[in-house]
């Protein structure tokens, strides 16, 4: 991986200069940022902010790595594969973050990128956990596969894919009144997105660690420790899916054992080569899941959680579609699991392009372009 890094173009040295491209404004924002008697340099890996190119140029963001090795380390290799999708990507036409450039100030590692609006998690949680529309759904959930396909193709599995992982290009909103709800409302006014964090981004090549994903957004064979690959993330994505159309997460839990349950309870019986082929014994008794449904925790999947179909809002063919498509992404068996050119294809996209209220962004606005 070293190598790797090794042949990308040199940053600048650690000195006291600053990009010719950064305003000399906001390098004095940078200044404040790595000033030690700041509470930000001593508890935080990094740091966000906009910036300025100079001459008036487009608005970027700027990531500020703390100056410790293994949070170095994981910049890295974060932008070795920025740097390979933007060799594989030039135009951004994959819907990546776009890393601009990287230098090093004073063993500080930044990194500057297109500057975007809000994660789609950050946008339903201000929303109230309002559900995004299934017309916007189906334009957010078409990108993302577009840009992990990408991602597949070139040999990487992302591992860390979840709403806070997907931002807006731009997320202005417009505002309407609720008299049921007595409350405003949001409505993103383009679905344009983003797949962005790297950090945890792996070559099929390299070592896969044990234990990836987020753990509301964890296969079933990462937690089975069955060996992963770029099908972890497309559970990930039906996920995603799902959370964007009901407004919360489907697997709400921190306890291998309660998620697996919970995975039983919506999506049935793991199969019985993933039990046999499981170091993880521990969780099974005969064949089964060892689980009590009259303990606490028992009843709690109980109460909370359904079989997969039972959380469609509508019984629109339009909704079947969907759940279609989400349950072909939660197939236990990653081998059995869809693939995202599959999913592409899927009828739930047909209507894309006819939906004159799924808005997409203005590319004369997109410096990613």
Known sequence: MFALFDSLHTPHSQSDQFPDWLSPAFSQQILR???????????????????????????????????????????RLEINVLEKINEKDPENTNLCVRMFDWFDYHGHMCISFELLGLSTFDFLKDNNYLPYPIHQVRHMAFQVCQAVKFLHDNKLTHTDLKPENIL?????????????????????????????????????????????????????????????????????????????????????????????????????PIPSRMVRKTRKQKYFYHGRLDWDENTSAGRYVRENCKPLRRYLTSEAEDHHRLFDLIESMLEYEPSKRVTLAEALKHPFFDMLGMEPSTKMWDSSRDISR
């Not at 008697?37 to 001459?55: D, M, P, Q, R, V």
């Not at 970027?60 to 100056?67: D, E, P, R, S, T």
């Open 33 to 75: 940022h790595l000033n030690p008697s700041k509470s930000w340099c001593n508890n935080k890996e990094t740091a966000l902010a906009g910036a300025f190119k100079e001459g008036g140029g487009a608005r970027v963001a700027l990531k500020i790595i703390k100056n410790v090795e293994k949070y170095k380390e994981a910049a």
């Open 168 to 268: 807006f290009v731009n997320s202005d909103y417009e505002l309407s009144y609720n008299l049921e709800k007595k409350r405003d409302e949001r409505s993103v006014k383009s679905t344009a997105i983003r797949v962005v964090d790297f950090g945890s981004a792996t070559f099929d090549h390299e070592h896969h660690s044990t234990i990836v994903s987020t753990r509301h957004y964890r296969a079933p064979e990462v937690i089975l420790e069955l060996g992963w690959s770029q099908p972890c993330d497309v559970w990930s994505i039906g996920c995603i899916i799902f959370e964007y159309y009901v407004g919360f997460t489907l697997f709400q839990t921190h306890d291998n054992r309660e998620h697996l349950a919970m995975m039983e309870r919506i999506l049935g």
